[in-house]
């Protein structure tokens, strides 16, 4: 063998180290990429639990003003005054756009069939995209036990 087809274990050792640091950076940039994308999910999950949660509420304001029945619009509920409760994020009814993008709402729905729903079955309002769990919240339950009668001044009165 001659010199010159012979690799140096020096430069050897500054291929494995160039390679070594590829490889960190590579590990650095794919950890970055994740993280980022797990906190834009998180955030946008959020953001659209959030819209998830008013809209609920919204229709469960209407529900209550109308005599147990469902809204046919997003303008039905406009007229919706904002609930008191702060802290959704979103401005009602001037982020209604914003919120219709995020949610889904069956306005065709049967207030008599959504009243026979347990809240793990009820489907009438869908979040869109990225989401956390808001079937078990205060909000759907109520709206079934209004859409059921069992809110009513009646139904309290005979306890």
Do not use: C
Request: charged share 25%; net charge negative.
């Amino acid at each position: 063998m001659t010199r010159d087809s012979e690799v140096s274990p020096s430069s050897q050792l500054k291929w494995f180290i160039r390679a070594g640091y590829g490889v960190i950076v590579a590990v650095l940039l794919i950890g970055g990429v994740a993280i980022y994308q797990g906190v834009t999910t998180a955030r946008d999950a959020t953001k659209t639990l959030n819209a998830t949660m008013l809209t609920v509420d919204l229709i469960h304001s209407y529900v209550k003003q109308h005599d147990g029945q469902w809204p046919q619009s997003w303008d039905d509920l406009a007229a919706v005054p904002p609930p008191k409760v702060i802290g959704s994020g979103y401005r009602w009814p001037e982020d209604r756009d914003q919120i219709a993008e995020r949610v889904y709402v069956d306005f065709a729905a049967d207030p008599q069939a959504i009243a026979h729903q347990k809240p793990e079955e009820f489907d009438a309002v869908k979040p869109i995209g990225s989401y956390y769990p808001w079937k078990e919240n205060y909000e759907v339950q109520s709206l079934l036990k209004t859409l059921r009668g069992e809110d009513s001044p009646a139904a309290d009165s005979s306890e």
